[in-house]
């Protein structure tokens, strides 16, 4: 096994290179989720509600195992640390996977349960076992890892969809286990959460446990559920819905070519990621904002690829910002994870039920386009939460602005008046940040020693002789006497 792990590996101990087996275990994942989305494994065509009940409950059991990690931590660590443990869920993800196919071949809901707690635990656990290696070196890893995945993920269901709808789905069926090996197969150094275990301090309350243990604020979170809410709704119109779509294939297509587009993107330009996920952001309003429109015309689809195009970018920016947040900021980085990825299950699961109860669908109702509206006003208000949190500002440097001691420091003003280079600005952000030489060299994907070269410039060009003298220096530069000079 060794041996073949080695194999797997390209460019063993450096950091810039790609893992083979991390890549494509993760795409399996993702390809593995794209059929749950899709309804793949469900091959009769009256399967009713059938495949999104199997979404709900999978996400449900998901929900469940997430939770583990607060409830029975200790355990938890260990089948995610297990590698026989891990194979075992791998193989409870293929049968749950085969139980949806019999399922919807015999309307059985006592099958389709079973599917759903198999498939949940497969979800939930290799979710979180990918989540490590997605955070390990936050953002970086990210895009390497998950945003691969997501392009892998498309280059394996491509061929599958050609195939009859059996051999597509049972193909669909065998990633669980092949994507639990590849995750055993990966470098060790590239997994996550090395934090000791650590309980919850006694008394303290939920909130102040997520906001200051996990690093979690709670603009991100709210956000969050909200945009998985609008996700789980817009998946029982595209995905789910009992009406035919037209242009069904189409917005598969579009929702591939977005998630290889932003893999590219984000590897080969990854100081300009805001301009992706601002992109992205809006898309998802804008989409919400045509729907209203388009409720029961032959271009609904059209409404639907805007948003899972967005939504494809999310993703991505929400793990970015998680991971960002476990590798730098929490204590507890599998923790964090966890709440991410409950916030996730939840709320899709909300959004799917209250479109199922509001009876939604792309032929629309009478109240069609008022629902499309509310939600697509709640996405703002999530763009809102989003782009208003510290934590968003400060881990994608598009704010060159800070407070401290009470004082807005204005570092923009100060870079260009010390005549400092845009690679020393961007340091100087983490710098009053707090962050260390070995935090940022990471992020910035640069050694110690060029961090270090930096820092020595910016003091001398700031005149100061260390970082507590750079924050005097900056908040004497916006103190009301040196505006007056």
Not at 122 to 132: D, I, P, Q, T
Not at 137 to 165: C, E, N, R
């Amino acid at each position: 096994m060794r041996g073949l792990q080695a194999g797997l590996v390209l460019g063993k101990g450096d950091k810039g290179k790609l893992n083979i087996a991390a890549l494509i275990g993760s795409g399996m994942y993702w390809a593995w989720f794209d059929a749950l989305f899709m309804g793949a494994f469900f091959i009769a065509g009256n399967a009713g509600h059938l495949p999104e009940m199997a979404a709900v409950l999978t996400f449900f059991v998901g929900a469940l195992v997430y939770a583990s990690v607060f409830l029975a931590e200790e355990k938890a660590r260990k089948v995610l640390e297990g590698k026989t443990a891990l194979g075992v869920i791998g193989a409870l993800g293929v049968a749950g996977s085969i139980l949806f196919i019999v399922s919807g071949v015999t309307f059985s809901w006592p099958l389709l349960l079973a599917g759903g707690i198999f498939s949940g635990l497969f979800m939930g656990f290799l979710g979180l076992c990918w989540g490590g290696v997605y955070c390990k070196q936050g953002a970086k890893s990210t895009i390497q890892y998950l945003a691969g995945g997501f392009a892998m993920a498309i280059v394996l269901d491509v061929p599958l969809l050609f195939m009859i709808p059996v051999a597509s789905s049972l193909s669909f069926a065998i990633m669980p286990i092949v994507s639990s090996a590849l995750f055993v197969l990966t470098d060790p150094s590239l997994k996550g959460y090395a934090s000791p275990v650590s309980a919850k301090p006694e008394g303290e309350k939920p909130a102040t446990f997520i906001s200051r243990y996990l690093g979690v604020s709670a603009s991100i979170l709210a956000a969050l559920c909200l945009i998985m809410a609008g996700f789980g709704y817009l998946q029982h119109l595209v995905s789910f819905s009992l009406a035919e779509i037209n242009g069904g294939v189409i917005i598969q297509a579009i929702r591939g070519i977005v998630a290889v587009g932003s893999f590219a993107f984000l590897s080969t330009m990854p100081s300009r990621s805001s301009v992706l996920y601002r992109v992205g952001l809006l898309a998802i309003i804008a989409g919400f904002a045509v729907m209203a429109f388009l409720f029961g015309t032959d271009l609904f689809w059209i409404a639907g690829a805007i948003i899972i195009s967005g939504y494809t970018v999310f993703d991505i920016l929400k793990w970015a910002v998680f991971s960002s947040i476990a590798n730098g900021q929490s204590k507890d980085s599998l923790k964090t994870i966890a709440v991410m990825r409950i916030a996730d299950a939840v709320f899709y699961i909300v959004g799917a039920l209250v479109a199922i109860l509001l009876g939604a669908s792309p032929e629309g109702t009478a109240f069609s386009a008022q629902e499309s509206t509310v939600v697509g006003y709640l996405m703002v208000i999530a763009v809102v939460l989003l782009l208003s949190s510290e934590d968003i500002w400060g881990l994608f440097m598009w704010k060159k602005a800070v407070s401290a001691g009470g004082q807005h420091i204005d570092l923009a003003s100060c870079s260009e008046k010390w005549g400092l280079t845009q690679r020393e600005s961007d340091i100087l952000v983490y710098l009053v940040a707090g962050r260390t030489k070995p935090w940022i060299a990471e992020n910035l994907v640069i050694s110690e020693n060029t961090v270090g070269t930096h820092v020595r410039h910016i003091y001398q060009k700031a005149g100061v002789h260390g970082r507590q003298e750079l924050l005097d220096c900056l908040l004497n530069s916006q103190s009301p006497d040196s505006r007056e000079e």
